[in-house]
């Protein structure tokens, strides 16, 4: 316990799924949070994304450790906005110590626009880049940089949908990208790192895009229809993940145990990186 005390992290696309979790175990270990979230949808994106009122309640849950938060709707496309509204919490908390890069989105309908593949790469790269970059000006010596990739980052083969293309790509990139960020930063003794989540239970996950990807041969495939799918991907014996197991690595790298862990990609996939021959 107490592994962030006093520290204040900011997390992207904190709304629900891993940023909340994220947003939430960095509270319970001591932390105050700066969460923002779009709280809308993406047109070509056809899940529905976070609401005002889901990240309403990630500032509840928040709160209900006794840490502060501030929160807001902020679209990471958008530097201007996002450099405005985090200028203002750090003002509000007082320092920053702990970037998560974690919005995104994985738009994946077969007849969809090449707009899906612009939302997703927008999202999905520039999103961390726009994030990372507001974030540097604020960043005390010894903080710490963490941005969510994906095991899709390490796949041979990439999705063939545009929103896919867009999502994978964008997912390849930023391990090299965040290692040059943490190459420039490690005089101060900032690092930066990347996590590459397997299946991850969360909205992204069970949408109905993505069963249609794991059974194209039906037209309105079930979770009982996709499961085993789901966990063929893993050499450990389960369909996903849960985002309290991301949100564990994300901690780890958020603390000053590892003050010296930089330039690093950490793969929690339940061994489906194995089964690549990664």
């Known amino acids: 316990m107490n592994r962030t ?31 923002f979230d779009l709280c809308a949808d993406i047109s070509t994106n056809e899940y529905t994304l976070a609401t005002e009122e889901d990240l309403a309640h990630t500032v509840k849950l928040v709160e209900a450790e006794g840490r502060r938060i501030v929160a807001a709707k902020v679209d990471v496309r958008d530097r201007v906005g996002l450099e405005r509204e985090l200028s203002s919490a750090v003002e509000k908390l007082g320092r920053l110590d702990i970037v998560v890069a974690n919005a995104g989105i994985c738009p994946l309908g077969e007849d969809l626009p090449v707009q899906a593949f612009i939302d997703a790469f927008d999202v999905d790269f520039l999103g961390v880049v726009n994030t990372v970059h507001a974030a540097i000006p604020h960043l005390g010596d010894g903080g710490s940089i963490i941005a969510t990739g994906s095991l899709a980052a390490l796949m041979p083969a990439g999705l063939s949908t545009p929103g896919g293309m867009g999502y994978g790509l964008a997912k390849r990139m930023i391990p090299n990208y965040i290692r040059s960020i943490a190459h420039l930063l490690a005089a101060k003794g900032i690092r930066a790192n990347t996590i590459h989540p397997t299946n991850c239970n969360t909205d992204m996950l069970h949408s109905a895009p993505m069963y249609r990807m794991f059974r194209d041969d039906l037209d309105n495939p079930t979770l009982d229809d996709v499961k085993d799918g789901f966990a063929s991907m893993q050499a450990m014996p389960t369909p996903w993940v849960e985002p309290s197991d991301i949100s564990s690595a994300v901690v780890y790298l958020a603390s000053d145990e590892s003050r010296y862990f930089t330039g690093q990609e950490i793969r929690i996939d339940a061994g489906a990186g194995l089964n690549l021959g990664l």
């Open 5 to 35: 005390q006093d520290k204040v992290a900011f997390v992207s696309g904190a709304g629900r799924g891993q940023g909340r979790s994220h947003a939430v175990h960095l509270a319970e270990e001591g932390a105050d949070i700066i969460a």
